[in-house]
């Protein structure tokens, strides 16, 4: 089983979509865990950090499920500009997910 | 908003050559890594540098690659003989404090191409 695991996609949302992203990790030990955004041929640019409780950032929310080690991300009302490739990071950055495409379409 | 500088951002060699990749961290952080990423492949944890030591390293950063922060600002990462699978896109980053609980800001990136 691969470290991290992500649905490479590519998901196709029209604008104003809800759409989410799952990330499975192998490592139960594991403690800390991020979604970073990275557009083409661009760094990795941290979205946010993912919290045993779940968090939220505007449209954004992050959730963990350590019974089942994944964790997820969630869109709501998706812009042209959410368009990337969504990493799943664990253990600060130690290992990156392959990588979810996502593209909003109008 | 603080960033962390790569110079430069695409850089030919040829195989064989040596190459120094260059990278200013944003200022008050105290902790530095190195990531590689092949085109159209994940992003890979290469090292993490901290009080002039390296703190981790992955499998792929063997004794050809070498770390180095000759002064109080730039972190360096040094390739020697480089082969044709050493190209892909390098990254810097760098975090206030380690891991596991913190985010990293990346720089832009150094393109490397060996020929």
């Known amino acids: 089983r691969k470290e991290v695991e992500q649905d490479p996609g590519p998901f196709n949302v029209p604008e104003g979509a809800t759409v989410a992203f799952n990330c499975t990790y192998s490592n139960s030990a594991s403690q800390s865990f991020f979604w970073y955004r990275q557009d083409c041929r661009k760094e990795p640019k941290l979205l946010m950090s993912?919290?045993?409780s779940g968090n939220e950032d505007g449209r954004f929310t992050a959730q963990l499920n350590r019974a089942s080690q994944y964790i997820s991300l969630l869109i709501r009302d998706s812009k042209l500009s959410d368009s990337a490739t969504y990493l799943c990071v664990v253990n600060g950055a130690l290992t990156f997910g392959q990588g979810t495409i996502l593209t909003v379409h109008p | 908003e603080p960033e962390v500088t790569q110079t430069p951002s695409h850089q030919v060699t040829q195989m064989g050559q040596e190459v120094i990749l260059r990278c200013v961290p944003i200022?008050?952080?105290?902790?530095f890594y190195w990531y590689r990423q092949i085109l159209g492949q994940k992003v890979e944890f290469l090292v993490s540098?901290?009080?002039?030591?390296?703190?981790?390293k992955s499998e792929i950063f063997d004794d050809q690659f070498s770390v180095e922060r000759p002064d109080g600002s730039n972190f360096t990462l040094k390739i020697r003989s480089t082969k044709l699978e050493d190209s892909a896109m390098y990254f810097c980053?760098?975090?206030?404090?380690?891991?596991?609980?913190?985010?990293?800001?990346f720089g832009s990136g150094t393109r490397l191409t060996v020929v």
């Open positions: 540098f901290y009080n002039n030591e390296i703190s981790e």
């Open positions: 200022s008050n952080h105290l902790y």
């Open positions: 993912v919290y045993s």
């Open positions: 980053a760098s975090s206030e404090r380690g891991r596991p609980n913190y985010g990293y800001t």
